[in-house]
């Protein structure tokens, strides 16, 4: 999947994008001579690839597609006379990204260079470059003293210079120390003096004997390794910006706040090639707490090993442990540690390198911001929802609620039961006494509800001295008995009353809805409204449970009447 997407990026990057307009050719070729894409520089070279002229060219893809890491060559056009420096960077397997620059300018002052053997030795005893001269057998005849990559020329001269060079295993490659034909731009790989392996760029040409036959080579080569070590490291910084781009847009067009956390840990997964990633955040007095996770679970053993190390460190930590490695970094916003993010590859052997380390520090930030919307968000649903003087669910968080729990019901929950809560005489208690203690009374009535409620009832203070409660799986026994609790606690009431005569209590009407009805919201409403404003009217403090509806559903949905204000 990770191919696919790389080469639809290519794709579109040399016939739409940048590639597009580069001034060279640029081109996108398969190990099987096929030409998949090109700029319109790339037109001829393009046809002598596909048409196998360019055998060298194809060799080279072969080669860096094998692994052996980007290559570059040189390739002469003799209509033209122009010369092009041909990069090939690896995509696939099967797939190579060829981008070229012209160096005609370059190229002729060193063929210039080679055509003339005295005036060769003259230059290059000035120059930086490693020039060299090879005899029939291979071996060095003639070193400059500059730039032979630390060794003193007698250290090369009389010694094959094939035993310098650096070949991976099964790889066969083009080299200019043996050079039966002119060769430019070959890379190859030379041991140094300390032991170490640089990278040179190499022009040779064929010598011949007054008889026409082989007798050895000269070039110059030049010490590309810092050149192509920045060159790796541009093409893994760019790797790294267009992974996090696609991070971050992914995390950004992603709309919907609860679906946000998900599509960050995907996107990460999936950029990082991981088998797991998890976002915990941090919950106060609770510590970590996993908010997503997608793939493998990342095991609970690693997880808390980590944990301090996670706290402590600026810096990525990473657990290698016998059925794989986890990757953790702390998440943060405005310098403040809000979260955790683990990835996790299973199987033995498996580790994190510094690129994916890289990634993972850069997307951070990203990831610590949308941890911190994601609570934002959380924070104003509760207060969208949460009556802010008891705490309870307000009305429109009682009516999502309850919507939610009535859905379910339908599709065969258990039975449920809606109380409607009205106090007796509040309006006494604000006229007499304040709406100080008017307000305190309505704090001790929600914390009663609370009180005789269970986990899954939800509870809520509708408006003004209203209050629902809907008591999941109760039915019409336990309801009666949950209403008497609720009444006798009402003495706690007494004293916020307005007076003797006027003591403050509760008037309580309920409606049971049986698993398996499809009463509506309303009509259960309605019955419940129904039987409390009876209540009302027949003499206060008390409870009534509502009559089930009638089997058949009228079409007809009630409209409970206007409530009205305490007598």
Same mark, same amino acid.
């Given at each position: 999947?990770?191919?696919?997407?790389?080469?639809?990026?290519?794709?579109?990057?040399?016939?739409?994008?940048?590639?597009?307009?580069?001034?060279?050719?640029?081109?996108?070729?398969?190990?099987?001579?096929?030409?998949?894409?090109?700029?319109? #520089?790339?037109?001829?070279?393009?046809? /002598? &690839?596909?048409?196998?002229?360019?055998?060298?060219? !194809?060799?080279?893809? @072969? =080669?860096?597609?094998?692994?052996?890491?980007?290559?570059?060559?040189?390739?002469?056009?003799?209509?033209?006379?122009?010369?092009?420096?041909?990069?090939?960077?690896?995509?696939?397997?099967?797939?190579?990204?060829?981008?070229?620059?012209?160096?005609?300018?370059?190229?002729?002052?060193?063929?210039?260079?080679?055509?003339?053997?005295?005036?060769?030795?003259?230059?290059?005893?000035?120059?930086?470059?490693?020039?060299?001269?090879?005899?029939?057998?291979?071996?060095?005849?003639?070193?400059?003293?500059?730039?032979?990559?630390?060794?003193?020329?007698?250290?090369?001269?009389?010694?094959?210079?094939?035993?310098?060079?650096?070949?991976?295993?099964?790889?066969?490659?083009?080299?200019?120390?043996?050079?039966?034909? #002119?060769?430019?731009?070959?890379?190859? /790989? &030379?041991?140094?003096?300390?032991?170490?392996?640089? !990278?040179?760029?190499? @022009? =040779?040409?064929?010598?011949?004997?007054?008889?026409?036959?082989?007798?050895?080579?000269?070039?110059?080569?030049?010490?590309?390794?810092?050149?192509?070590?920045?060159?790796?490291?541009?093409?893994?910084?760019?790797?790294?910006?267009?992974?996090?781009?696609?991070?971050?847009?992914?995390?950004?067009?992603?709309?919907?706040?609860?679906?946000?956390?998900?599509?960050?840990?995907?996107?990460?997964?999936?950029?990082?090639?991981?088998?797991?990633?998890?976002?915990?955040?941090?919950?106060?007095?609770?510590?970590?707490?996993?908010?997503?996770?997608?793939?493998?679970s990342v095991p609970s053993r690693v997880v808390d090993d980590l944990r301090e190390a996670i706290v402590e460190a600026r810096e990525p930590v990473i657990a290698e442990v016998e059925e794989g490695a986890a990757l953790a970094h702390q998440l943060s916003y405005h310098q403040e540690m809000n979260g955790t993010v683990a990835l996790w590859r299973g199987g033995a052997g498996a580790v994190w390198d510094e690129e994916e380390v890289a990634l993972l520090i850069e997307v951070a930030d990203q990831l610590g911001i949308a941890l911190q919307q994601v609570a934002a968000h959380e924070h104003l649903r509760t207060l969208s929802s949460t009556d802010a003087m008891t705490g309870l669910l307000n009305r429109r968080g009682f009516d999502d609620a309850f919507a939610s729990r009535l859905e379910l019901g339908d599709a065969g929950a258990a039975v449920g039961t809606?109380?409607?809560?009205?106090?007796?005489?509040?309006?006494?208690?604000?006229?007499?006494?304040?709406?100080?203690?008017?307000?305190?009374?309505?704090?001790?009535?929600?914390?009663?509800?609370?009180?005789?409620?269970?986990?899954?009832?939800?509870?809520?203070?509708?408006?003004?001295?209203?209050?629902?409660?809907?008591?999941?799986?109760?039915?019409?026994?336990?309801?009666?008995?949950?209403?008497?609790?609720?009444?006798?606690?009402?003495?706690?009431?007494?004293?916020?009353?307005?007076?003797?005569?006027?003591?403050?209590?509760?008037?309580?009407?309920?409606?049971?809805?049986?698993?398996?009805?499809?009463?509506?919201?309303?009509?259960?409403?309605?019955?419940?409204?129904?039987?409390?404003?009876?209540?009302?009217?027949?003499?206060?403090?008390?409870?009534?449970?509502?009559?089930?509806?009638?089997?058949?559903?009228?079409?007809?949905?009630?409209?409970?009447?206007?409530?009205?204000?305490?007598?």
């Amino acid at each position: 999947m990770g191919d696919e997407a790389a080469v639809a990026d290519l794709l579109q990057l040399i016939e739409d994008g940048p590639l597009a307009d580069h001034p060279g050719p640029v081109m996108l070729v398969g190990t099987d001579g096929r030409v998949l894409a090109r700029n319109i #520089p790339g037109a001829p070279l393009a046809m /002598r &690839f596909a048409s196998g002229e360019l055998p060298a060219v !194809t060799a080279m893809v @072969s =080669a860096v597609t094998a692994g052996t890491g980007s290559q570059s060559f040189k390739i002469s056009d003799e209509d033209t006379g122009s010369t092009i420096d041909l990069a090939a960077i690896p995509v696939s397997g099967r797939l190579a990204l060829l981008v070229g620059r012209d160096v005609s300018l370059d190229h002729n002052l060193r063929a210039a260079l080679v055509d003339s053997r005295q005036r060769y030795k003259d230059l290059v005893e000035i120059s930086s470059d490693f020039a060299w001269e090879t005899g029939p057998t291979g071996q060095f005849v003639f070193v400059s003293t500059a730039g032979a990559l630390g060794y003193d020329p007698d250290e090369l001269v009389g010694r094959p210079a094939e035993r310098f060079l650096v070949v991976p295993e099964g790889l066969d490659i083009v080299s200019p120390f043996v050079a039966r034909e #002119p060769v430019q731009g070959v890379e190859v /790989r &030379f041991r140094r003096a300390d032991g170490g392996v640089s !990278t040179l760029e190499a @022009s =040779a040409a064929p010598l011949f004997d007054d008889r026409g036959r082989w007798s050895g080579a000269r070039g110059v080569c030049r010490d590309v390794t810092e050149a192509r070590q920045r060159d790796a490291a541009l093409t893994r910084a760019r790797s790294r910006e267009r992974l996090t781009t696609y991070i971050v847009r992914t995390i950004r067009d992603e709309i919907e706040p609860a679906r946000m956390l998900d599509a960050a840990a995907e996107a990460l997964s999936r950029a990082l090639t991981a088998d797991g990633c998890a976002l915990y955040r941090i919950v106060p007095g609770a510590g970590l707490d996993l908010a997503v996770g997608v793939g493998e679970s990342v095991p609970s053993r690693v997880v808390d090993d980590l944990r301090e190390a996670i706290v402590e460190a600026r810096e990525p930590v990473i657990a290698e442990v016998e059925e794989g490695a986890a990757l953790a970094h702390q998440l943060s916003y405005h310098q403040e540690m809000n979260g955790t993010v683990a990835l996790w590859r299973g199987g033995a052997g498996a580790v994190w390198d510094e690129e994916e380390v890289a990634l993972l520090i850069e997307v951070a930030d990203q990831l610590g911001i949308a941890l911190q919307q994601v609570a934002a968000h959380e924070h104003l649903r509760t207060l969208s929802s949460t009556d802010a003087m008891t705490g309870l669910l307000n009305r429109r968080g009682f009516d999502d609620a309850f919507a939610s729990r009535l859905e379910l019901g339908d599709a065969g929950a258990a039975v449920g039961t809606l109380a409607y809560v009205d106090l007796d005489n509040f309006k006494k208690v604000n006229d007499t006494r304040g709406h100080q203690v008017g307000d305190r009374a309505l704090i001790h009535v929600a914390e009663i509800l609370s009180r005789e409620s269970r986990a899954g009832d939800l509870v809520a203070r509708l408006g003004g001295d209203e209050f629902a409660v809907w008591m999941e799986g109760v039915d019409a026994a336990a309801a009666a008995a949950r209403a008497e609790r609720v009444l006798e606690a009402v003495r706690e009431l007494e004293p916020y009353s307005g007076g003797p005569e006027h003591p403050l209590g509760l008037s309580i009407g309920m409606a049971i809805r049986s698993a398996g009805s499809h009463e509506t919201r309303e009509e259960l409403v309605a019955r419940a409204d129904a039987v409390m404003y009876e209540i009302k009217h027949g003499g206060k403090g008390w409870y009534r449970i509502a009559g089930m509806p009638p089997p058949a559903v009228s079409p007809q949905v009630p409209v409970p009447r206007d409530r009205r204000q305490n007598p």
